[in-house]
């Protein structure tokens, strides 16, 4: 398994921006496919965004499209999560995950293996 490290959540404004970081170590960062997912209280854990272990595949939720950017950087083994126009329905814990496939992350959360702690995002009205 990779471990994961998720950073840089906290409490912003409607309309601001966060970022979020993730940092891997454990094994090679270039041979996983990289996600986020967030739970909110009282709510199943939910698919964010997605990106292929080359970086080329992009996939997001219909709710964040256009809002959100995920990349990663494979020399820092480290996966961003750029969340811009935040609203407060994005209010939740994000978790950093990896997986062998994309296909994994964006369909079938139940097999992945690697997640992080999460980081608390809080957009207030």
């Known amino acids: 398994q990779v471990q994961l490290v998720e950073s840089g959540g906290g409490l912003v404004q409607a309309g601001g921006s966060l970022r979020l970081s993730c940092a891997a170590s454990g094994r090679t960062f270039s041979n996983y496919a990289m996600g986020w997912f967030r739970q909110a209280p009282g709510k199943e854990r939910e698919f964010v965004a997605a990106?292929?272990?080359?970086?080329?595949?992009?996939y997001y939720a219909d709710s964040v499209k256009g809002r959100f950017t995920i990349s990663r950087d494979n020399a820092r083994d480290t996966v961003v999560l750029q969340m811009n126009s935040l609203k407060p329905e994005d209010t939740a814990v994000y978790y950093c995950?990896?997986?062998?496939?994309?296909?994994?992350?964006?369909?079938?959360?139940?097999?992945?293996?690697?997640w992080g702690q999460g980081t608390q995002v809080t957009v207030s009205s």
């Open positions: 990106i292929s272990w080359i970086g080329g595949g992009t």
């Open positions: 995950a990896a997986a062998t496939s994309w296909r994994t992350i964006v369909g079938d959360q139940d097999k992945i293996a690697s």
